[in-house]
């Protein structure tokens, strides 16, 4: 059948009713004391938000003004709290966080986790060591597991109406906000230090994320948005590139799809057409999904395809050298994409050296507002890795036997003699 012969509407997404949750599951005020008291008796509360709290910026900002508690987002719930804020220590907390992140959360007591049921994608394969006291605010009660149901407070339904009426329960509980100028200054120190020594890194006169992330942020508007695909690039992208907008960073994090940042791009271009939308996607991922790009020729979307270039599924390669897994074909060899970007009349700009940055992103930016799509084509340095990375990795190798470590130290050892 052709598009010209259905005679009725195609179905639209209808978005779950808040209104149905609030009135199965209504929140008693013994509840909300309960869990006002847990926070206030706490001697360093925090709070975790993820995705479920991407609409509830203001109430999260609230809450943590009120309690003084630093906020650090999951993988998914990076645009979920704004990270001009003070409060904003970085992504998750533990040994996988970067440094503001890991120190603002090291004494932590008490969690208040907003929007996120702590799982495995949110936590960086369980290496965050999560307190005993913890708070749940999520919308379905059927995201949680019976440990958590048994070992925390967890309050479900409206995760907007919960925050706001938990901050008014503290508020009458203790007036005056607390300030906790050591903690924000700390903060800011560790996040200047990061990002010092990260822009210091020798790329070896290829791109250095940072240099990209910094550059990016500096020339885009802060309600563009950034997606992403799945990679090393994803974790680089949530550590290095402050996001102060809701929904303005969104990854495949739940299901680790690789493939999904190019149709991803087009979809969101197509529902926000006065907005920036910036896609960063790994060369491999390409390969799976870049003939959407001659969607959005055909539908004249102004998009931008940021490929991070250095010939290979760099994510899996690394992986199978951690886990001395058999080694299958990673390497993607010379892709010309300046000649795919011409064969689809999308527009192509080379990016090399980090002295390109600046106006590779003007003139995409400039060509992209006149309704043209723009690949660039960025020759990538990935030899320095995300805290998120190097963590995940720690902890996985933590979980091994002493036999299976043994094995994999001296094959490493041959691998680097033998080259």
Same mark, same amino acid.
């Given at each position: 059948?052709?598009?010209?012969?259905?005679? /009725?509407?195609?179905?639209?997404?209808?978005?779950?009713?808040?209104?149905?949750?609030?009135?199965?599951?209504?929140? &008693?005020?013994?509840?909300?004391?309960?869990?006002?008291?847990?926070?206030?008796?706490?001697?360093?509360? @925090?709070?975790?938000?993820?995705?479920?709290?991407?609409?509830?910026?203001?109430?999260?900002?609230?809450?943590?003004?009120?309690?003084?508690?630093?906020?650090?987002?999951? %993988?998914?719930?990076?645009?979920?709290?704004?990270?001009?804020?003070?409060?904003?220590?970085?992504?998750?907390?533990?040994?996988?966080?970067?440094?503001?992140?890991?120190?603002?959360?090291? *004494?932590?007591?008490? $969690?208040?986790?907003?929007?996120?049921?702590?799982?495995?994608?949110?936590?960086?394969?369980?290496?965050? /060591? $999560? +307190?005993?006291?913890?708070?749940?605010?999520? &919308?379905?009660?059927?995201?949680?597991?019976?440990?958590?149901?048994?070992?925390?407070?967890?309050?479900?339904?409206?995760?907007?109406?919960?925050?706001?009426?938990?901050?008014?329960?503290?508020?009458?509980?203790?007036?005056?906000?607390?300030?906790?100028?050591?903690?924000?200054? *700390?903060?800011?120190?560790?996040?200047? $230090?990061?990002?010092?020594?990260?822009?210091?890194?020798?790329?070896?006169?290829?791109?250095? +994320?940072?240099?990209?992330?910094?550059? %990016?942020?500096?020339?885009?508007?802060?309600?563009?948005?950034?997606?992403?695909?799945?990679?090393?690039?994803?974790?680089?992208?949530? /550590?290095? =590139?402050?996001?102060?907008? +809701?929904? &303005?960073?969104?990854?495949?994090?739940?299901?680790?799809? =690789?493939? #999904?940042?190019?149709?991803?791009?087009?979809?969101?271009?197509?529902?926000?057409? *006065?907005?920036?939308?910036?896609?960063?996607?790994?060369?491999?991922?390409?390969?799976?999904? @870049? =003939?959407?790009?001659?969607?959005?020729?055909?539908?004249?979307?102004?998009?931008?395809?940021?490929?991070?270039?250095?010939?290979?599924?760099?994510?899996?390669?690394?992986?199978?050298?951690?886990?001395? &897994?058999?080694?299958?074909?990673?390497?993607? @060899?010379?892709?010309?994409?300046?000649?795919?970007?011409?064969?689809?009349?999308?527009? #192509?700009?080379?990016?090399?050296?980090?002295?390109?940055?600046?106006?590779?992103?003007?003139?995409?930016?400039?060509?992209?507002?006149?309704?043209?799509?723009?690949?660039?084509?960025?020759?990538?340095? #990935?030899?320095?890795?995300?805290? #998120?990375?190097?963590?995940?990795?720690?902890?996985?190798?933590?979980? $091994?036997?002493?036999?299976?470590?043994?094995?994999? %130290?001296?094959?490493?050892?041959?691998?680097?003699?033998?080259?």
């Amino acid at each position: 059948m052709l598009s010209a012969d259905i005679d /009725e509407p195609l179905p639209l997404y209808a978005q779950k009713s808040q209104s149905a949750n609030e009135e199965v599951d209504a929140i &008693s005020d013994a509840d909300l004391n309960a869990a006002a008291a847990q926070l206030l008796q706490a001697q360093s509360p @925090g709070i975790i938000v993820g995705w479920g709290a991407v609409d509830a910026h203001s109430e999260v900002i609230a809450l943590a003004q009120q309690i003084g508690a630093p906020v650090c987002t999951t %993988l998914s719930g990076v645009s979920s709290f704004p990270a001009q804020h003070p409060l904003h220590a970085g992504m998750i907390f533990g040994p996988a966080a970067v440094p503001s992140a890991e120190n603002a959360f090291k *004494d932590c007591d008490c $969690l208040l986790a907003i929007g996120t049921n702590l799982n495995e994608a949110d936590t960086a394969s369980g290496s965050v /060591e $999560l +307190p005993q006291n913890i708070i749940y605010i999520t &919308s379905d009660p059927s995201g949680s597991s019976d440990d958590q149901q048994e070992s925390a407070t967890a309050l479900h339904g409206n995760i907007q109406q919960i925050a706001t009426d938990l901050l008014y329960k503290i508020q009458e509980q203790q007036p005056p906000a607390v300030s906790r100028k050591v903690l924000v200054d *700390d903060i800011a120190i560790q996040k200047a $230090l990061f990002k010092k020594e990260w822009l210091g890194h020798n790329s070896r006169g290829l791109v250095n +994320p940072a240099v990209f992330f910094d550059k %990016l942020r500096a020339a885009v508007s802060d309600d563009a948005i950034i997606i992403t695909d799945d990679g090393l690039h994803t974790y680089l992208a949530a /550590e290095l =590139m402050p996001i102060n907008s +809701p929904r &303005s960073f969104i990854s495949p994090s739940s299901s680790n799809a =690789m493939g #999904y940042c190019m149709p991803a791009v087009n979809a969101a271009k197509l529902v926000n057409p *006065d907005k920036q939308i910036i896609g960063i996607v790994g060369d491999g991922a390409m390969l799976m999904s @870049g =003939m959407e790009a001659l969607t959005a020729v055909r539908e004249n979307l102004g998009t931008i395809y940021c490929i991070f270039n250095d010939g290979k599924l760099s994510r899996i390669n690394h992986s199978q050298r951690v886990s001395d &897994s058999q080694t299958t074909c990673t390497q993607l @060899g010379n892709i010309n994409w300046g000649a795919f970007a011409d064969s689809i009349e999308c527009g #192509y700009i080379p990016v090399r050296h980090n002295n390109d940055i600046e106006v590779a992103l003007r003139h995409a930016l400039e060509t992209a507002a006149h309704n043209q799509p723009v690949i660039l084509d960025i020759t990538i340095d #990935y030899s320095r890795r995300s805290n #998120y990375a190097q963590g995940v990795e720690k902890t996985q190798a933590a979980r $091994l036997t002493g036999g299976n470590k043994l094995g994999m %130290l001296g094959r490493a050892i041959v691998r680097k003699l033998t080259g």
